[in-house]
């Protein structure tokens, strides 16, 4: 890979201990396999209480291209902010800790990147034709499908699923949409994300992946509390493109 190209990958965690250690070596040994150059994996711990922190240091100890950093306070937005503001990285992106999104797409986005395909933003989709979802509930599988078809529908929007963990973007473009929007600092950032990057006519490559639901994910805990995120995030997204007069791209 050329040097101007090089990756960066966080991975927001909260009160992960266990699980961290090993989702860091499995996707450092898969890197290492399958000659996947990243610049930096970044454990960005928004507030644990567990030992993660202890876990994380030790981490960032044994591997060079590994970062702790300790976010000061709770929010998967404000984890990410904190950061990819802190990288110089060329790309940007994010996988959730439980790699429920196969590694193998790792490899994928970074094999685009080393060509130089000239996408500005990599969205994994788990609704795309030639995705594969396995052990996902048919309450989440239902939800996933509500919300998504919301986004197209009050939105206009063209990809197919905002909210897959799974996302990366070219850094210049995110400083580009920091510049003109307010990001949350909660789980609703990606679809922030997703849905401001079309408004300014980012290349965007939709992804299917094969994705497998794990049985300790903290979200389906957390589906009714989400669920009433994404409705009011949504509603202040097309209030916002209602403002911004935005018909169907920005540039």
């Not at 960032?60 to 990819?84: E, I, M, P, Q, S």
């Not at 799974?166 to 849905?195: G, H, M, P």
Request: hydrophobic share 40%; proline share 2%; charged share 25%.
């Amino acid at each position: 890979m050329s040097q101007t190209a090089r990756i960066h990958v966080t991975f927001p965690v909260l009160n992960e201990e266990a699980m961290l250690e090993h989702s860091i070596e499995r996707t450092i040994a898969y890197c290492g396999q399958h000659r996947v150059e990243i610049d930096e994996f970044c454990i960005a711990d928004n507030g644990s209480t567990d030992r993660t922190a202890e876990i994380g240091q030790a981490l960032a100890a044994r591997h060079r291209n590994v970062r702790y950093l300790r976010v000061g306070k709770r929010g998967f937005g404000l984890a990410l902010k904190t950061a990819w503001g802190a990288t110089q990285a060329d790309f940007v992106g994010y996988m959730d800790i439980d790699l429920a999104t196969d590694l193998r797409h790792l490899k994928e986005v970074h094999d685009h990147i080393a060509r130089g395909d000239g996408y500005e933003l990599y969205l994994g989709s788990r609704l795309k034709h030639g995705a594969s979802v396995r052990n996902r509930t048919l309450l989440r599988e239902f939800t996933s499908r509500m919300f998504n078809g919301l986004l197209r529908l009050r939105l206009g929007v063209s990809f197919s699923d905002a909210m897959c963990g799974f996302k990366f973007i070219n850094r210049s473009l995110y400083r580009r949409l920091t510049e003109q929007f307010e990001f949350t600092d909660d789980w609703f950032f990606a679809t922030q994300l997703a849905v401001r990057a079309e408004w300014l006519g980012a290349t965007i490559l939709d992804m299917p992946v094969d994705w497998t639901d794990q049985p300790d994910s903290k979200s389906s805990a957390r589906l009714v509390n989400l669920s009433l995120l994404y409705l009011a995030g949504i509603a202040a997204l097309r209030e916002e493109k209602r403002r911004l007069k935005i018909s169907p791209a920005v540039r």
